[in-house]
């Protein structure tokens, strides 16, 4: 996949600590990114995919509230009881799928307003979420899963940023090559091709984190995405 392969823009050697398993980032924001994709992209799955957790439960043993339940945001699971970072204990394990009732509430507050703006109107045209695409391109299989297709037509890929980005398109132009957003829509768009056997319209949907959740949709033209190519192509090699 494109992330695996995005090693490469480092070295080899990175890439191959990957593909061995030895390099598992799991961090608050990849996992919030989940989530609000999930909110976002697939609503009726929502809350089937992701668990909701308490409050923390864990009996305060000092201070004015002693005795009473902590009662900060938990996300670290027992088996029976939720706990926040403080009070885990040492069976506690962290779901890869879930978040806090704020978080929770803040991802649906922002699929609603996404899904209302202008530039969320092309998650209402006649399109599929999260398409999985296994195609070759340079001898070599490669897989990618793509968050909004429309067939025949366009490909879009959901970012979140921080409030006020989404007015910034200088910002927007900075963040696309800083994160190699080029790189990652043309391998999509090579996916596509595969399948559709046309190049399609490639754009990044912009979405703030904070309200008021504004967005934008960002279009990359044909040189961004040739240039995208040629460097994949490179990588694949």
């Known amino acids: 996949n494109f992330h695996t392969l995005s090693e490469m823009n480092h070295s080899p050697s990175h890439m191959k600590?990957?593909?061995d398993g030895e390099v598992r980032i799991q961090t608050d924001a990849l996992r919030l990114g989940r989530a609000f994709h999930s909110a976002?992209?697939?609503?009726?799955?929502?809350?089937?995919?992701?668990h909701t957790a308490t409050a923390c439960c864990a009996k305060l043993k000092s201070g004015q509230r002693k005795g009473q339940e902590c009662g900060?945001?938990?996300?670290?699971?027992?088996?029976?009881n939720w706990f926040c970072g403080t009070h885990k204990t040492e069976g506690c394990v962290t779901p890869e799928n879930v978040v806090t009732q704020e978080e929770h509430e803040r991802?649906?507050?922002?699929?609603?307003l996404v899904r209302r703006s202008e530039a969320g109107t092309v998650l209402h045209q006649a399109g599929n979420p999260e398409v999985t695409i296994v195609f070759e391109r340079g001898g070599v299989l490669c897989k990618c899963r793509i968050d909004w297709l429309v067939a025949e037509q366009s490909i879009t890929d959901l970012?979140?940023?921080?409030?006020?980005?989404?007015c910034d398109d200088g910002w927007i132009c900075q963040e696309i090559s800083k994160r190699n957003y080029h790189q990652q829509l043309a391998f999509y768009a090579a996916g596509f091709l595969s399948i559709f056997h046309k190049w399609p319209q490639t754009q990044l949907l912009f979405v703030e984190d904070a309200q008021?959740?504004?967005?934008?949709?960002?279009?990359?033209d044909d040189q961004t995405i040739e240039i995208g190519i040629t460097e994949i192509d490179q990588m694949l090699a």
């Open 17 to 19: 600590s990957v593909l």
């Open 40 to 50: 976002i992209l697939t609503p009726d799955e929502f809350d089937n995919e992701f």
């Open 72 to 80: 900060k945001n938990a996300i670290h699971w027992d088996s029976e």
């Open 107 to 112: 991802a649906v507050l922002m699929r609603n």
């Open 159 to 166: 970012k979140k940023c921080q409030r006020t980005k989404c």
């Open 212 to 220: 008021p959740h504004d967005s934008t949709l960002m279009p990359l």
